[in-house]
């Protein structure tokens, strides 16, 4: 059984986190690294929902957004991770929720915790077009 590890990084001064091995699980299943996801948060058109159907308990979020967009300056992000090409394959779908972790110094940090991601489906992308109401 592999052992869960909490990864941490910080992309555009924004912390994120995500497990390891759900992360391994979510590449297995639809091919999107986690630091990729994280690219969504960083476009300004990005639709975001309170996920209702969330049983566990913990507050979760669904985003729909861009992951080739940097902080909406219409500029392609390249990074040694991967890099998407054709924009219909840049929308993603993304689930997270929101921690606070609280450093040795007493300092409170907003972290974003990625759960799933995966990219959008046509329905989906026709919300984040502006295409479904």
């Given amino acids: 059984m592999t052992e869960h590890e909490t990864v ?4 555009g001064g924004q912390h994120f986190e995500y497990d390891q091995v759900k992360q391994e699980a979510n590449l297995k299943k639809h091919g999107i690294p986690f630091r990729v996801a994280a690219r969504v948060f960083f476009d300004e058109n990005y639709i975001e929902a309170y996920d209702d159907d969330n049983l566990n308990g913990e507050p979760r979020y669904d985003v729909i957004g861009d992951a080739s967009v940097a902080g ?3 500029r392609t992000i390249t990074d040694n991770i991967v890099c998407f090409t054709g924009n219909r394959r840049n929308i993603l779908y993304v689930v997270y929720t ?3 972790e609280v450093k040795k110094d007493g300092r409170r940090i907003d972290v974003i915790r990625l ?9 989906e992308r026709g919300m984040y077009y502006g295409k479904v109401y």
């Avoid at 941490?8 to 992309?11: A, G, I, Q, T």
Wanted: hydrophobic content about 35%.
């Fill in 8 to 11: 941490s990084f910080v992309l």
């Fill in 72 to 74: 909406g300056t219409g």
């Fill in 98 to 100: 929101e921690r606070t």
């Fill in 115 to 123: 759960i799933s991601a995966r990219r959008a489906n046509d329905f």
